[in-house]
């Protein structure tokens, strides 16, 4: 197992800019493609980003494609979340997981184990 642990939600107003960290520990986290997910009240935890274990390839979304940036850092065992011009809608508890890629037309991550997640709140 890989123990995850987020950090860098808050409070920002629409436009504005937060990062989210996600630190790894346990299990070697670079063998392991990452990723963030979100969910909303009253709404399904939905994908947002993810990482393949080496930070050569990225896949997003479509609402967060060209606003929000996933990278990682295998030596400081930390996946970070860079979120631009956010918008009220993303909203969200925003938690990161890592697990295998799951090929599509949409990429998304089959997650094996999950962060307690941090809340990210956009005012208008």
């Known amino acids: 197992q890989v123990q995850l642990v987020e950090s860098g939600g808050g409070l920002v107003q629409a436009g504005g800019s937060l990062r989210l960290s996600c630190a790894a520990s346990g299990r070697t986290h670079s063998n392991y493609a990452m990723g963030w997910f979100r969910q909303a009240p009253g709404k399904a935890r939905e994908f947002v980003a993810a990482i393949n274990w080496s930070g050569t390839s990225t896949y997003y979304a479509d609402s967060v494609k060209g606003r929000f940036t996933i990278s990682r850092d295998n030596a400081k065992n930390t996946v970070y979340l860079q979120m631009n011009s956010l918008k009220p809608e993303d909203t969200a508890v925003y938690s990161c997981?890592?697990?295998?890629?799951?090929?599509?037309?949409?990429?998304?991550?089959?997650?094996?184990?999950w962060g307690q997640g941090t809340q990210v709140t956009v005012s208008s």
């Open positions: 997981a890592s697990g295998g890629l799951i090929p599509g037309v949409q990429v998304t991550l089959n997650p094996g184990s």
